[in-house]
């Protein structure tokens, strides 16, 4: 493969690449934020029918603004990680692979992603909490929601941010030996 | 080679993805068992079996191997990335080898998260198959996480196809020169 073909080729998959990840950023800020405002803000009843919830609950409206910001949080979070992906792919698609900005971009995307799910779990831990705390006999506590995507995910995003960094490294060493030379 | 707060940090990744392997194999694949062979009433009394039903025995195989296919591919990616890690700790370079354990890493995840789309999406139709009323019908069942998994999983498969061959055709010029 000529040093052509492969620059054409790179440009076309990460070109590709780079609509199915806008794609997937727009319907997922579409489903996500339309259901956290839905049910917290924008239909009450949804919040009220849940099954979860007592007939006698009020939902107070402290609580919905505060669980419509605690998921706003981690689909913002979810979305930064995405746009950090795409600024990756749009460096591949430029031709620009083999330096250490690249591998810093590598980085941030798996460390970004990794953020995201923490908080994915931290707020899934209080989402019963928030669910519950009016019903006037059974509240949930805060407990841990084991969700194994997230860790999934989490273990992705490691192998891409230890790539990230044995890849920064080896250009930082590379730089070095030319600049002693 | 990595330096020794590389080799660390990896060595910890590698602890932590063999915890989340045992604990995930545990959780999934044991209750699994469970639910398809062993406690017969945790499918006979689901909340979408209607009625008394007998399931038999190729549902519940059918079921159980419909599930393993996702299972095994997570458990798999969790392997090669324990590997990849691994690679990094025993002061392996960047290299060609590491690059391959990426694009392994990529492809079980992209299997695994279509794996888990494609169950979760016949799950109910198996469930209520031996149901005589409000039986449910095969739905594709859209996850954004699990989409999310098969779109990284990709990006991951096309960083390593780029990192490899643009590392050959540098090795090739070297050693032209």
């Known amino acids: ?181 | 080679m990595p330096t020794s707060y590389v080799k660390a940090v990896s060595t910890l990744v590698l602890i932590a993805l063999g915890v989340f392997l045992v604990y995930y194999l545990y959780r999934s694949a044991w209750f699994l068992v469970q639910f398809s062979f062993v406690d017969h009433s945790l499918w006979e009394q689901h909340y979408l079996v209607r009625g008394v039903v007998d399931i038999p025995f190729w549902l519940r195989l059918a079921y159980f191997c419909v599930w393993m296919v996702s299972i095994t591919a997570t458990t798999v990616m969790l392997l090669v990335a324990m590997h990849f890690a691994n690679l990094i700790r025993s002061g392996g370079y960047f290299s060609v080898q590491m690059i391959h354990a990426l694009n392994r890493v990529g492809v079980s995840a992209v299997i695994a998260g279509f794996a888990i789309m494609a169950a979760s999406s016949v799950w109910a139709w198996m469930i209520t198959f031996q149901n005589e009323t409000e039986r449910r019908d095969i739905t594709f069942v859209y996850d954004s996480s699990e989409a999310g998994i098969m779109l990284l999983g990709a990006g991951v498969i096309m960083l390593a196809w780029v990192m490899k061959s643009a590392l050959l055709m540098r090795q090739e010029n070297e050693e032209f020169v």
């Open chain 1, 1 to 181: 493969m000529t040093p052509q073909v492969f620059k054409a080729r790179v440009q076309g998959f990460s070109t590709v690449m780079i609509a199915l990840t806008s794609a997937y950023l727009v319907y997922y800020l579409y489903r996500s934020v339309g259901r956290a405002y839905r049910f917290s803000l924008g239909e009450p009843d949804m919040w009220i029918n849940h099954w979860r919830v007592e007939d006698s609950a009020i939902i107070a409206q402290s609580t919905r603004v505060t669980y419509f910001c605690i998921w706003m949080f981690v689909i913002l979070a979810s979305t930064v990680a995405v746009i950090a992906a795409l600024h990756l792919l749009n460096r591949c698609r430029k031709g620009l692979i083999f330096d250490a900005v690249t591998a810093r971009a590598v980085q941030h995307v798996g460390g970004l992603l990794i953020i995201a799910m923490i908080a994915d779990q931290l707020f899934g831990a209080v989402d019963w909490y928030l669910l519950t705390k009016h019903n006037l006999v059974n509240q949930e506590p805060i407990q841990w929601a084991y969700d194994p995507t997230d860790y999934k995910t989490i273990a992705l995003a490691l192998v891409l941010f230890m790539f990230g960094w044995v890849m920064r490294e080896a250009i930082e060493v590379e730089q070095t030996n030319k600049e002693f030379v």
